[in-house]
């Protein structure tokens, strides 16, 4: 072997252990991550938690709106009450199938309410992450009114409550005198049961603390929270809470107490 070759080869041995302990002292090498997309970035901060939050928010209390005029009609009688639910299964007829844009609707729905829920619970996490300890000082209980400290538990409420709304109504599971494709009726002997329209009571008095809070702070959430609209941005949510409350409440309590019967 020649002088030349075999610096050769202890510049490569050299090189080999080198190598060596550098990973020893470094490790393996770290993989490259692809760029998640920019949606799911967003996603992943607390501002888009935020605005995930209003925008659902937005759609609910649209629906919850659209959802209590269109229930009105039952003041009107049987027959408007009954040609409004039909009303609703043929919505984008002929163009569409029968119950297929009210299907859609549906699912839209299901997907705000998710996302709702998902966005509060975690950014409920990350505030606790942010601050594990309690405050140990007196809270200023007027800045932080009794809606805005009970919107978890008007949340959890309002939740339980679609589901015996869906399963008294809808699926008929909580009704013992449910009939199919009648409506009115339904509706009639669900709240002719005083144990019944209390739960209803109750639940939309949630709901209308949840929405007056909700609508208080989705502009804020969407950054439209400029000093010179909040007095505005107060009466929207006290007067759009208070519309629902009186018009969803209105309905099992005239019932239940007789004054609109079959």
Request: glycine letters at 8%.
């Amino acid at each position: 072997m020649t002088h030349t070759q075999e610096v050769s080869t202890a510049d490569h041995r050299g090189g080999a252990d080198d190598a060596d302990r550098l990973a020893r002292y470094t490790g393996p090498p770290i993989p490259v991550r692809r760029p998640r997309h920019p949606v799911l970035r967003f996603w992943s901060t607390a501002v888009g938690k935020k605005w995930v939050m209003a925008l659902s928010g937005l759609a609910l209390l649209g629906f919850v709106l659209a959802h209590m005029v269109g229930n009105l009609k039952l003041y009107l009688g049987e027959s408007h009450f009954n040609e409004y639910a039909e009303w609703l299964r043929d919505l984008g007829e002929p163009a569409l199938p029968r119950t297929v844009l009210l299907w859609g609707m549906r699912l839209g729905l299901i997907a705000a309410f998710g996302l709702h829920i998902v966005a509060a619970a975690q950014l409920t996490r990350i505030n606790h992450k942010a601050r594990p300890v309690q405050y140990q000082s007196h809270r200023d209980y007027v800045a932080a009114n009794f809606a805005s400290r009970t919107m978890r538990w008007t949340g959890v409420i309002v939740a339980l409550f679609v589901l015996f709304h869906l399963a008294d109504l809808t699926w008929g599971n909580a009704n013992p005198d449910f009939v199919p494709g009648d409506p009115y009726d339904n509706v009639i002997a669900s709240f002719q049961r005083v144990p019944v329209a209390i739960i209803y009571i109750v639940a939309n008095l949630a709901l209308a603390f949840h929405i007056f809070h909700g609508a208080w702070s989705m502009f804020q959430s969407l950054g439209w929270n400029n000093p010179r609209w909040n007095a505005v941005r107060r009466y929207f949510a006290a007067t759009f809470a208070a519309v629902i409350a009186i018009g969803n409440i209105s309905m099992p309590l005239l019932v239940v107490t007789g004054v609109v019967t079959k």
